[in-house]
């Protein structure tokens, strides 16, 4: 009987320590609270489901031959079993012939069917895919049931700065987040002040987008009329001072200052910073526009509808954005 149907139709218990990572793993972030349950979970119930790994022998110093395991897919299962203190495992084994190529591939469509990549985990998984394999974006859209659109944008998001990604990778910011400031991919100095904003002030999806739009706006508008570097520069300077949009506007007489607030509180915070200048000039620079420890952003700032993220495949992509 050939080795690949014999191993396919199959469960063996295999013990935990034999089995090796995945290195081709694309989840790199697990919950330590939700691992501690699935290890009790594990302590009272078992390991329900099969582990998927591969099986090859491998030739000991002694001249003797040992068994080795490769896990392709379930890493919060064995995890959990270490945790749990499970000696062995449910496993089926697949064919040892499985290249890497394989081995990526299955584990990022185990880990999308379970929903549990985070959107870089998601957009490094297909960039490997694309780079190191030579997958075209509609192939791996093919794979994981997705569209074009939605593998080409989600690897757009590696355009973003790394603390940018890890504030995505670590929840601080949602996903629909990153549309409006990849928009400013080409103004990192307003690209920043933008994602401080929403880390600080709890800016919603879409209040993100509307102050990307505008930016874009003025973009144009600044274009149009030549100002002054000593201008811009104090834009720059109040922006960074204030913690917030800071925009000046010229005209043929005079002009207008706006600053962009949130909230009241927000506002009370900027006029206190003001007034404190203005009575104390000589006084130290304020740290107010540095960013402290964010607390963890919830799911609930992204404020579009169940229907609006389904339909927006092009989440990431800029040029949907009109002006």
């Not at 909230?263 to 540095?290: K, V």
């Not at 964010?294 to 949907?320: C, G």
Request: charged content about 35%; hydrophobic content about 35%; glycine content about 4%.
């Amino acid at each position: 009987m050939p080795e690949s149907t014999f191993y396919n139709n199959a469960v063996f218990w295999v013990e935990v320590e034999k089995i090796k990572p995945n290195p081709f793993q694309p989840r790199k972030e697990f919950d330590e609270v939700k691992l501690n349950d699935l290890a009790k979970s594990i302590r009272q119930y078992g390991v329900l489901q099969p582990l998927v790994v591969s099986r090859k022998e491998v030739e000991r110093q002694d001249g003797g031959m040992s068994v080795e395991y490769e896990l392709i897919a379930g890493e919060r299962r064995l995890r959990a079993s270490k945790i749990a203190g499970v000696r062995e495992v449910p496993v089926l084994i697949r064919a040892s012939h499985d290249d890497d190529k394989t081995k990526l591939e299955l584990a990022i469509i185990e880990n999308l069917q379970r929903e549990d990549l985070n959107a870089i985990d998601r957009a490094k998984a297909f960039e490997q895919l694309h780079a190191q394999f030579g997958f075209k974006h509609y192939e791996i859209a093919e794979k994981v049931g997705k569209s074009r659109e939605y593998v080409s944008n989600s690897v757009r998001l590696l355009m973003l700065p790394d603390e940018m990604q890890q504030a995505v990778v670590l929840g601080r910011i949602t996903e629909g987040h990153c549309r409006p400031l990849l928009m400013l991919a080409d103004r990192p100095e307003e690209q920043l002040t933008l994602f401080k904003e929403i880390m600080l002030k709890k800016v919603t999806v879409r209040d993100a987008e509307a102050i990307a739009r505008r930016i874009a706006v003025d973009k144009v508008r600044k274009k149009e009329y030549v100002y002054s570097p000593e201008i811009l520069q104090m834009e720059r300077d109040l922006t960074e001072v204030l913690g917030t949009r800071v925009n000046i506007e010229t005209k043929e007489n005079g002009g207008k200052l706006a600053i962009d607030f949130a909230t009241e509180e927000d506002l009370r915070t900027i006029f206190h910073q003001i007034a404190a200048r203005i009575n104390a000039p000589q006084a130290t620079p304020s740290t107010e526009g540095t960013l402290p420890a964010p607390e963890q952003v919830v799911s609930d700032l992204d404020d579009r509808s169940k229907e609006e993220k389904e339909k927006d495949e092009n989440t990431f992509d800029p040029t949907s954005f009109s002006i």
